[in-house]
């Protein structure tokens, strides 16, 4: 079979590196912002969807306000221990910042029980009770997404950056609009694409812009 197919030959440490120039060369002439450029890219890349090229709506300076907040040493709260997984650790770590997850928690489990509400909801609300600078990275749930939106309009939460890009079909759409509504710094991907990797995804390129990579 293989002396049918011509394999490109890339090392292993130039995969990433390769499929980046890749991007770039299908993406062509057009004109990106140069802060939202490598996210739309790591989106791209994690996914060899460019539909985030047109997908992808970013609020009026949210990756300048995401920057600052994870150098000041955001937490980074996740909807999914896949998106947990998926955010460079010793990038956060770096700033001083962490990453956390509390949907397993047994205080969320018996808190979403008792208020007849989903894991995601009591998770949110769990998170808005800390008092660092938080950015929510939502890749799976969309009620956490209108959690967020209702603690945003109560004045009772206000995060540095929501990434949105739960993926799906029920509430997925409108939960993300709720969001494009607020002015809240924001990152969404809007329609019904995007996933935990792609949350993931977004915060890597974030944390990489502010040199969090070695």
């Known amino acids: 079979m293989y002396d049918k197919v011509k394999l490109q030959e890339v090392l292993p440490a130039d995969i990433e590196k390769r499929s980046f120039e890749i991007i770039s060369q299908e993406i062509g002439e057009r004109q990106l912002d140069p802060l939202e450029a490598p996210i739309i890219k790591r989106a791209i890349h994690t996914s060899a969807d460019f539909d985030y090229l047109e997908n992808l709506v970013f609020s009026p300076g949210a990756v300048e ?3 600052e907040a994870v150098l000041k040493g955001a937490t980074i709260v996740t909807d999914t221990r896949m998106a947990w997984s998926g955010v460079n650790k010793k990038a956060v770590e770096k700033f001083g910042g962490r990453v956390v997850c509390f949907m397993a928690d047994e205080d969320v489990r018996e808190a979403a029980k008792a208020e007849g509400t989903t894991r995601a909801v009591a998770s ?3 998170a808005a009770a800390l008092s660092e600078p938080l ?3 939502i890749g799976n749930a969309p009620t956490a997404l209108v959690a967020l939106y209702e603690m945003i309009r109560e ?3 206000r995060p540095e950056l929501i990434i949105g890009v739960p993926v799906g079909f029920v509430n997925v759409v409108e939960s993300k609009e709720l969001i494009l509504k607020t ?8 329609g019904r694409k995007g996933g935990s990797n792609i949350a993931a995804a977004i915060c890597n390129a974030i ?3 502010c040199g969090g990579r070695e």
Do not use: G, N
């Open 155 to 157: 004045e009772t939460l």
């Open 124 to 126: 949110m609300k769990k």
């Open 207 to 209: 944390l990489y812009q």
């Open 135 to 137: 950015i929510f990275a």
């Open 183 to 190: 002015d809240v710094p924001h990152i969404v991907a809007r």
């Open 65 to 67: 306000k995401a920057m």
